[in-house]
């Protein structure tokens, strides 16, 4: 039996190895294991009859391994539930049993929060020995790695290829991985407080994640996101032959697969990093150091993550033209980029107390400079030079762009500038006088005039 010690870490290294290994596979021994093992993690007969609702529970979640009908196993799997809560409750009376029947559903909501809060909790104590912080460190690195390794392998088919070798499952997913990860701890920390296991921990503010678990942690993560880009620079640097050849897929299509996800893994990794700086132990100079280093390696990936993800926009937009959508995402890529130099610069400089405010005035530059750059008129400016190159335009598009994109757009030819501007004069208007004074408005009059 797991003791209370290894509750947290086993929780969450149970999650983790479910969310990967389930999602996308019909029920079967999968579902009938990872119930017996939540079982085993969170429940602790008492008497006779705790230990005959253990094995009836065990044995009704079986029913998901030997009986192929849903109908059929799902709701053996919620009797399973039942009595797995009267078996970690114990009860006496009938009117106990019939509150222990409902107490898994009363904690299920609550039960990833306490599973959490008790794993911080346990982050202030030393006990353990070591293999304790091994253990917690390996369970921090896999929640790390079951948010990060499916968005890589959505983001790009070749890593996702090289992961099915290494693995033999696909990790793709991500949304179904995390809700099956998230239904483990929630069953798992409901009925350990069913149970009423032990005092409610200290609250995360006060914890402190030691060294041996966050050096586990950021170097699993730094071995990911080296081993993704050393996948991405070779499909995305291979030209269009390697990439038709090793996905099936034409660059335009391969480019644009796994913008978002790059995206989200870069916020994503703006959170571990703040997160890390925030609880990670760092009692001496040494571990501070390491410390740095190790999300400095991690901040440097990143901007690597970054820099691919505009290399694919850039080389979708050649293919399918610029939208406001596109410029917007880039505009977004390149801030988050530059708040990522932020805070190598202030690892570097050791002063992280101008960092909130360095973040604050680039995003306010970055903003003001967003807009000055005239977005709509460059949409139109890199179509237009998109058109000069292949013959290929959308015009439709481009007729509704603002009046700002009235000067490039009358660098088309007659045919395709009257398409395009069309509709221009009906958005125009008449002259607003000094109060509706508007400068993109009236280099856009002044274009059509000379038209």
């Known amino acids: 039996m797991i003791g209370a010690r290894w509750f947290p870490a ?20 999968g579902v009938s294991v990872a119930a017996v093992l939540v079982l085993v993690l969170a429940v602790r007969p008492r008497d006779p009859w705790s230990w005959g609702w253990w094995a009836a529970a065990a044995t009704l979640a079986s029913l998901a391994t030997v009986r192929a009908a849903t109908w ?22 009938g009117a106990e049993l019939a509150r222990a029947a409902l107490a898994w559903v009363r904690d299920f909501a609550p039960g ?32 790390l790695l079951a948010v990060f390794l499916p968005l890589f392998v959505t983001a790009d088919p070749a890593f996702a290829d090289m992961v099915d070798d290494a693995l033999g499952w696909d990790v793709d997913r991500p949304v179904d991985r995390f809700a099956a990860a998230l239904l483990v701890l929630a069953l798992a920390g409901g009925l350990a407080l069913a149970r009423g296991a032990g005092s409610r921990p200290a609250g995360p503010a006060r914890a402190r994640v030691g060294r041996v678990e966050w050096t586990i942690a950021l170097v699993g993560l730094n071995v990911l996101f080296s081993a993704f880009l050393a996948v991405q620079l070779t499909a995305l640097f291979g030209g269009h032959d390697y990439v038709q050849r090793s996905t099936g897929l034409t660059y335009a299509q391969y480019a644009r697969q796994g913008f978002g996800q ?29 410390l740095k280093l190790a999300l400095g390696v991690l901040c440097v990936l990143t901007l690597a993550v970054v820099a691919s993800a505009l290399r694919r926009l850039g080389l979708y937009e050649a293919a399918f033209g610029s939208t406001r959508l596109r410029m917007a995402a880039q505009a977004g890529t390149v801030w988050v980029g530059a708040l990522f130099v932020l805070m190598l610069v202030a690892g570097t400089l050791k002063r992280e107390t101008w960092l909130p405010r360095a973040v604050s005035a680039v995003s306010a530059v970055a903003l003001l400079g967003f807009g000055l750059s005239d977005p709509d008129a460059r949409i139109a400016e890199r179509n237009v030079a998109r058109f000069e190159r292949t013959g290929q335009i959308d ?34 208007g008449e002259p607003e006088g000094l109060a509706g004074l508007n ?13």
């Open 10 to 29: 086993a929780a969450f290294a149970l999650a983790a190895t479910v969310a990967l290994a389930l999602p996308g596979r019909p029920a079967g021994l």
């Open 72 to 93: 059929v196993a799902l709701p053996a799997l919620a009797g399973a539930a039942v009595l797995a809560s009267l078996a970690a409750v114990g009860p006496r009376t």
């Open 112 to 143: 990833p929060v306490f599973v959490a809060a008790l794993g911080a909790g346990q982050f202030t104590n030393r006990a353990g020995g070591r293999i304790g912080p091994v253990a917690r460190g390996l369970a921090l690195a896999a929640v």
């Open 262 to 290: 790059l995206l989200v893994v870069a916020g994503l990794t703006l959170a571990v990093v703040g997160a890390a700086w925030r609880w990670a132990r760092r009692d001496t100079r040494r571990e501070e150091r390491a």
């Open 395 to 428: 015009l439709y598009y481009a007729a509704g762009l603002s009046p700002d994109a009235a000067p490039a757009l009358a660098r088309l030819p007659p045919e395709q500038a009257h398409d395009a501007l069309e509709l221009m004069p009906e958005a125009l």
């Open 439 to 451: 400068l993109g408005r009236a280099r856009a009059r002044a274009a059509l005039r000379t038209r």
